[in-house]
């Protein structure tokens, strides 16, 4: 059982089918259907069920799977320690950004770090933060800026804490308040953003402990359209308060909401236990260093963004 073997049958899962998961691991779908056969005859036990439409893991698969994405982290992990140990120059940070609010965080940074570290590839992918705390601890990713709360399989560092606040039609009775409680909100028109966004949950969260469920009438993972929307009346709106200052509308009001666990808490996260590389521990340094900077001169841009869940290895 070696890892290459392993490497084309954990891509053969991720990727769901051969043929997608032979482009990924550089090889034939002949290739890579023969490893994860040997596979199978090495350990005794089918891994996969072919039957359906795409391959499914067995029990049996279900075992390896989670193995050999442990075994493959380990091996990566041992590789960047080593070439970190030759002093080399070189090397790639694997990060994952959300949609919202990366602009503002994180677009700074990239601009210091390029220049910085030149020789380091910025492997970046988008996506809402539950699919980005699945692609830490699958090892796809080193690096990821998600929404707190996490399980403790995470270490983290803080980067900012803002309030969600309210957004609503200048016209609207409500737009002259300067707060509001969640309650008074229960028989109006929400406007969310789309399935998946980490926004949602603390809005309907929030609600439901305001007892009540809200009407949505739309979705939407565009932040200019959804101001827009609010603009016109269609409904109600939230976003974080350091993305709502910044997307200022003629027709739109921001309204403090009065509910402190209505709150936009964003970390930098990795895996618990696991070897950060250079490039992933230059990145945290940067971020820190840019936000602890702000929140010095006076911003609300990363509060207590000192402050640091990492471990040291």
Not at 117 to 132: A, F, H, M, N, T
Not at 262 to 287: F, K
Request: hydrophobic share 45%; net charge negative.
């Amino acid at each position: 059982m070696d890892l290459r073997t392993l490497r084309a049958f954990a891509e053969v899962v991720r990727q769901g089918g051969f043929s997608r998961a032979a482009k990924t691991v550089f090889a034939t779908q002949s290739t890579v259907s023969k490893a994860v056969k040997a596979l199978e005859e090495e350990i005794g036990l089918p891994l996969l069920d072919r039957a359906g439409a795409g391959p499914s893991l067995t029990a049996a698969g279900e075992i390896v799977f989670r193995r050999a994405v442990a075994m493959l982290a380990e091996r990566d992990s041992l590789i960047g320690e080593l070439a970190e140990l030759r002093g080399l120059k070189r090397g790639t940070l694997r990060l994952g950004l959300p949609p919202i609010g990366s602009n503002t965080l994180f677009a700074p940074a990239f601009a210091i770090y390029r220049r910085r570290y030149p020789g380091i590839d910025i492997r970046l992918v988008e996506q809402g933060s539950k699919s980005l705390e699945e692609l830490v601890l699958s090892a796809d990713l080193e690096l990821a800026a998600c929404l707190l709360p996490v399980g403790d399989e995470f270490e983290w560092q803080d980067v900012t804490r803002e309030p969600v606040d309210l957004l609503l039609a200048t016209g609207h009775p409500l737009a002259s308040r300067d707060q509001i409680t969640l309650a008074e909100l229960a028989d109006l028109p929400f406007i969310l953003f789309g399935e998946g966004f980490a926004l949602n949950p603390i809005i309907l969260e929030a609600c439901r402990r305001s007892g009540f469920e809200p009407e949505i009438v739309t979705r939407s993972s565009q932040i200019d359209f959804i101001i827009e929307l609010i603009a016109s009346g269609l409904g109600i709106g939230f976003l974080p308060r350091l993305i709502a200052r910044q997307r200022a509308h003629a027709g739109v009001r921001h309204v403090s909401i009065a509910d402190p666990a209505m709150v936009w808490h964003i970390a930098l996260l990795w895996r618990r236990g696991n070897h950060l590389s250079h490039a992933a521990r230059a990145w945290l340094d940067l971020v820190r260093e840019i936000h602890t900077a702000a929140v010095d001169g006076g911003a609300s841009i990363a509060h207590g963004a000192s402050r640091s869940h990492e471990q040291d290895s």
